[in-house]
């Protein structure tokens, strides 16, 4: 039987698909109707690197979720890594690059090249990519206004990998009340004026906890922490912090996985609510994370 037809012009399956479309459109934007009102004016630290940022179709639905997220209220701070790009440039110059406990060491040469990369081109990228989005952003590092002091990772072990000694997020108060979009490289300066290489995902920790922040956010290249890393479909979609630090122990979560798990156990312990690894090849995985029920990737939570 037809169905019934109360237009005035009669009904294909493309229009019966359009309503089908239509009515999950907004549904889903029904959904997420109580997170926009809990997110509203709180801030999510939001870490971007690895896959998400070097395919350009990626890119640019990831800058469109944050300017999404700040244009319903919601203070997204975004804090990037530039690995690939990194990789890059160096070999462009025949340079080499050793990573150990998933973090590269980093020489006086090899530092010239990363803080003119991350700082010079990766943020003003990523800053003009949200302001071409209608939202306003901000670039920084933490080299300005001493948002974050480094000191040598491991006594130096490392050459000019850092780690953060001090958070001093003074500078991005009137940035946040005013609406921009702080965008924060992980170039930070030691006590002596020396530019250092900090992690990223650490740098998004620390300041996610400094913050207030609501939630923590990793954009990697995998579907969250795997129980097997080899297999997409091992997710463990929620982990307790105990569980979170067994896994580093049991040698399950290694590499680049490491400083991310390390640093939501820092956040989580420092009072953040959650912290998200999710598959920033997802196409906006932002917002499934933020605006459903469901969410994607891990989540790591506090309690335990
Ligand atoms: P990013 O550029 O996003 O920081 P990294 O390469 O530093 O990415 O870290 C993510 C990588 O960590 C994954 O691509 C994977 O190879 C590795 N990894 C190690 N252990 C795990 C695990 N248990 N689950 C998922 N990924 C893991
Ligand atoms: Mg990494």
């Known amino acids: 039987m037809e169905p019934p037809n109360y237009s005035s012009t009669s009904s294909t399956s493309s229009d019966s698909e359009t309503l089908l479309n239509d009515s999950l459109r907004v549904s889903v934007l029904s959904e997420a109707l109580p997170y926009i009102q ?6 999510i630290v939001i870490k971007y690197g690895g896959a998400a940022m070097v ?21 997204p701070v975004v804090v990037h890594g530039g690995g690939p790009e990194i990789n890059y440039w160096l070999k462009q110059l025949g340079m080499t690059t050793q990573f150990r406990d998933g973090l590269r060491v980093t ?33 920084l590092s933490g080299i300005d206004g001493c948002l974050i002091k480094a000191r040598p990772f491991d006594n130096g072990s490392h050459g000019l990998v850092g780690e953060v000694a001090k958070v001093n997020i003074d500078i991005l108060e ?29 740098v998004a ?85 933020v605006f459903t029920d469901m969410g994607i990737g891990t989540m790591v939570i506090g309690s335990g």
């Open 107 to 139: 020489d006086e040469k090899t530092m010239d090249i990363v803080e003119m990369v991350l700082v010079g081109r990766v943020n003003k990228q990523i800053v003009s990519g949200i302001n071409k989005l209608g939202a306003l952003s901000v670039g």
């Open 55 to 75: 395919q350009g179709n990626l890119q640019e639905a990831v800058l469109r979720d944050i300017a999404l997220l700040s244009s319903v209220g919601v203070q």
């Open 205 to 289: 920790g620390e300041l996610s906890a400094a913050l207030g922040a609501e939630k923590l956010i990793l954009l990697t290249d995998t579907p969250g922490i795997l129980r097997d890393k080899n297999n997409p479909s091992s997710l463990i979609r929620q982990l307790r912090l105990s569980e979170a630090r067994q896994l580093i122990k049991d040698g399950i979560v290694e590499g680049g996985m490491t400083p991310k798990t390390e640093c939501c156990i820092r956040a989580l312990a420092q009072g953040v609510e959650a912290a998200h690894i999710i598959n920033g090849k997802v196409p906006h995985a932002l917002l499934l994370e």
């Open 38 to 43: 809990k997110f509203s004016g709180k801030r």
């Open 174 to 202: 009137p940035l946040l009340s005013q609406g921009y979009v702080p965008v924060i490289s992980s170039v930070a300066a030691s006590e002596e004026g020396k530019s250092h290489n900090i992690n990223a995902d650490t």
